[in-house]
């Protein structure tokens, strides 16, 4: 009796234990408890993707006893309070879409859990700019498109199945995407929103890629064995009376001018630059002699053309002619070039100075990002001014007028090139 009596008294601190146990660990478990190893107590995978004049908010569900809801607060620009201006927002509600924004404009959100008592402590943050903007990042591994939300901050979607995404470049009317598939021998195209197209096979080694901003036809450089231009249309199709120029020793650069939609050709390996109209005929006399020329920029307002030389550190400026005007020296690895004829500034990614330089006119530089390493490639979105930059540490950059960073973003997987469409 004892021995039983013992028993009966040991089992209901046994079973106190076993009850304290579980409810010590249950809040753990809780994806409102502070405690909790995965959440922190706060929201999960909460977002804010800028777009054209709007911010879609989302996060995940937790479909759990005890949500009444969740609060939404905004800091705008100037204000120094959050405010809720959103209203109250249900427990089955993950996406929301804020139209009340304005573009280029930067606005912070923090979004609450709502219980019966009201709001919890703890939230989930992010920020957003919303611009006209729409950027597209081609990086090497995995092979894959990306398109971006307008700050650049967060990836919307991805195209993947590339083996050797090179370069892109976007219709301005319409904001289709072309992509060199290098190592593949194929340009794939690209609707606005990432949608595949239509793969265009039959290159050797396809890079460099000018898009015309007339019938959205694109001029391709493939720097195969025989070296040469293709000018043809999304399906495939060739444009002009000329649709190929060549044979050519290793083109790597094409630039189309918007206001002729005449296209100037980096030979760099016979170190010539050539301009051609639109049927694809040659439009100097000569070529021009030019040492390594490897990536050109047209200034739509002059009609001049930059041109980088990645071995010898140089940019050239050249008539709408071909008469040489300038030489910039001093860039050590200059490659990437990209124009705002807007502010008149010639924006350089010279890839072993670490540094992205811009230029005026007349090629005095007035701007330079430094601790840049191995910028490769770039392009400007005019109405802000900024230069959109890619690295060799996995980065892309914003970067205002004046030199100064606007965004750094790391984590991509070896970005090639950087676009901007509308």
Not at 25 to 44: I, L, V, Y
Not at 183 to 199: K, N, P, S
């Amino acid at each position: 009796m004892r021995r039983v009596r013992t028993l009966l008294t040991l089992a209901p601190l046994l079973a106190l234990g076993l009850a304290s146990a579980g409810c010590s660990e249950r809040p753990r478990a809780n994806p409102f408890d502070p405690r909790n190893t995965s959440t922190g107590g706060r929201p999960q995978a909460f977002a804010a993707l800028a777009g054209s004049g709007l911010v879609r908010l989302g996060w995940r569900g937790v479909g759990t006893a005890g949500l009444v809801g969740y609060q939404l607060l905004r800091l705008d620009p100037g204000d120094s309070l959050y405010r809720d201006r959103f209203g109250p927002i249900g427990p089955q509600v993950d996406t929301l879409v804020d139209f009340s924004v304005q573009n280029r404009s930067t606005y912070s959100y923090r979004l609450y859990y709502v219980f019966a008592s009201g709001p919890g402590s703890l939230y989930a943050e992010d920020v957003a700019t919303p611009s006209p903007v729409q950027p597209w990042v081609v990086q090497v591994n995995p092979g894959s498109l990306l398109r971006l939300s307008a700050d650049g901050r967060r990836t919307v979607s991805s195209a993947g199945g590339f083996s050797s995404p090179n370069r892109v470049a976007v219709n301005p009317a319409t904001g289709h995407v072309w992509v060199a598939n290098t190592f593949a021998g194929e340009v794939v195209v690209f609707d606005e929103r990432g949608g595949l197209l239509r793969r265009i096979g039959g290159f050797g080694f396809p890079t460099a890629i000018a898009v015309d901003a007339g019938d959205g036809s694109a001029w391709v450089c493939d720097e195969g064995t025989q070296g040469e231009v293709r000018h043809l249309d999304e399906a495939g199709q060739p444009v002009g009376l000329n649709p190929t120029f060549g044979p050519l020793d290793t083109p790597t650069g094409v630039a189309a001018d918007p206001r002729t939609r005449d296209v100037w050709v980096c030979e760099r390996g016979a170190n010539r630059l050539f301009k051609l109209d639109r049927d694809g005929y040659p439009l100097l006399p000569v070529p021009r002699d030019v040492p390594g020329p490897s990536r050109a920029a047209v200034d739509s307002l002059t009609g001049e053309v930059w041109v980088t030389d990645f071995d010898g550190g140089r940019v050239f400026k050249f008539a709408p002619n071909g008469a040489p005007l300038d030489t910039v020296s001093g860039l050590a690895g200059a490659l990437g070039v990209a124009v705002d004829h807007r502010r008149g500034l010639v924006w350089v990614a010279g890839g072993r100075a670490n540094a992205v330089v811009a230029l005026d006119r007349n090629g005095s530089p007035v701007a330079r990002l430094d601790n840049v390493l191995g910028p490769r490639h770039l392009a400007v979105e005019l109405g802000s001014g900024e230069a959109w930059v890619v690295d060799s540490a996995d980065e892309l950059l914003r970067v205002a007028p004046s030199g100064a960073l606007v965004l750094r973003r790391g984590g991509l997987a070896a970005p090639a090139d950087v676009a901007l469409g509308p």
